[in-house]
Nanobody
């Protein structure tokens, strides 16, 4: 199983980015997918998770109203649309798949490699 994240980059505060995560090796139809991030010197933290139906998603309080997670099961891809970015959103963003989740947590079975997001002030 491979999860390939992309879409990171450098953006000014207030800007937008869309991250993508494509899976190969297995389909994630029927399971949750999500995103985490890790800022320098900090622990990895939960960002968002989307239910297998794609109709229900949960977010960390720090990104609610600014980030939107979505999925395209036909493409085995999950997205993270990020708007109104802040310098504190700077981190390496990781996608993840499978596992268990709740309305403020997610414990995936699979991890992808990270993509760097840098927000300048």
């Amino acid at each position: 199983v491979q999860l390939q994240a992309s879409g990171g980059g450098l953006v000014q505060a207030g800007g937008s980015l869309r991250l993508s995560c494509a899976s190969s090796g297995r389909t994630f139809v029927g399971v949750a997918m999500g995103w985490f991030r890790q800022a320098p010197g900090k622990e990895r933290e939960f960002v968002a998770v989307i239910r297998w139906t794609g109709t229900i998603a949960y977010y960390a309080d720090s990104v609610k109203g600014r980030f939107t997670i979505s999925r395209d099961d036909a493409e085995n891809t999950v997205y993270l649309q990020m708007k109104s970015l802040k310098p504190e959103d700077t981190a390496v963003y990781y996608c993840a798949g499978g596992g268990a989740y709740g309305n403020s947590w997610y414990k995936p079975d699979y991890w992808g490699q990270g993509t760097q997001v840098t927000v300048s002030s």
